[in-house]
């Protein structure tokens, strides 16, 4: 069985007062939920909220570098994040790859280097309107998914966390159909399965991102293919996050 996971990427925003209110009330708020909760705040607070006791919530970056220390002004490495606290780290979101110009090759390095460092890899991949338009939904995110997972050792492929977003989907209130979203997380695992075979396919989790809210959270995780969810704009709120992560006490409508 695989533990769902949810995580919140709170992108660029909140204080560092701010992070350390919301990391307290949430882990508060979701402590005896048997699902594995991730937030992932901006840089600036994660020293800030790694110093609270927190007994629940997990802290993942939203980027790491693709070197572990040097001349490269502005960048983080993973030794830092591990040294603050961080056990998972974002890496390709599609606002990275959109507007900072990283490629596959970037991903596949970051992960490479992630994993080497003990943390554990949230890797985007995922489609743009455009490419699903033009019937080519399938053949991106299997080619994301190999080119992420390049060279990666079999057994280090269940620390990954892949996270399917589609870029239509995200922040835009669109949501992929929960049976849409099913299939091409089904085509994912399928590519998993062809490079290190079905058991490891079946160990490493998979989430669905873009738009996930309080509303539509119940019927995503009741497919067989997703494990879980990366959530944006919905995680900034402590009672909208707290209800996807509860999920499962939602009456059924
Ligand atoms: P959204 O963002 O939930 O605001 O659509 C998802 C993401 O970018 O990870």
């Known amino acids: ?27 508060r708020a979701v402590q005896d939920v048997d699902i594995e909760v991730v937030v ?34 502005g960048e983080i490495s993973p030794l830092m994040l ?21 490629t596959d090759a970037m991903v596949n390095k970051k992960v490479h280097l992630a ?8 890797v985007c991949v995922g489609e743009s309107l455009m490419q699903r338009r033009a019937g080519e939904t399938e053949a991106v995110v299997v080619s ?37 979203a099913n299939e091409v997380i089904g085509t994912i695992r399928k590519t998993i399965a062809e490079i290190y075979g079905q058991e490891t396919a079946g160990r490493i989790r998979i989430q669905y991102g873009g738009s996930v809210k309080p509303d539509n959270i119940r019927e995503l995780m009741a497919q067989p293919e997703i494990d879980g969810a990366l959530v944006g704009g919905a995680s900034l709120d402590l009672k909208g996050f707290t209800a996807i992560v509860r999920y499962h006490e939602q009456q059924q409508s």
């Open 144 to 180: 994301q998914t190999k080119a992420a997972l390049a060279g990666i050792a079999q057994e280090q492929v269940p620390d990954i966390v892949i996270a399917y977003e589609p870029i239509w989907a995200i922040g835009t209130g669109e949501t992929a159909s929960a049976d849409d």
């Open 40 to 73: 992932c705040p901006p840089f600036t607070a994660l020293s800030a909220v790694c110093a609270l006791a927190m007994r629940k919530v997990k802290i993942g970056a939203q980027n790491v570098s693709i070197a572990e220390s040097g001349a490269f002004t």
């Open 82 to 102: 591990v040294d603050v606290c961080c056990s998972y780290v974002i890496i390709g979101h599609s606002e990275r790859r959109q507007h900072f110009g990283e």
């Open 1 to 27: 069985m695989r533990k769902p996971i949810i995580a919140g990427n709170w992108k660029m925003h909140k204080t560092v007062s701010e992070s350390v209110g919301l990391c307290e009330a949430l882990d």
């Open 115 to 122: 994993l080497q460092h003990g943390l554990r890899p949230i």
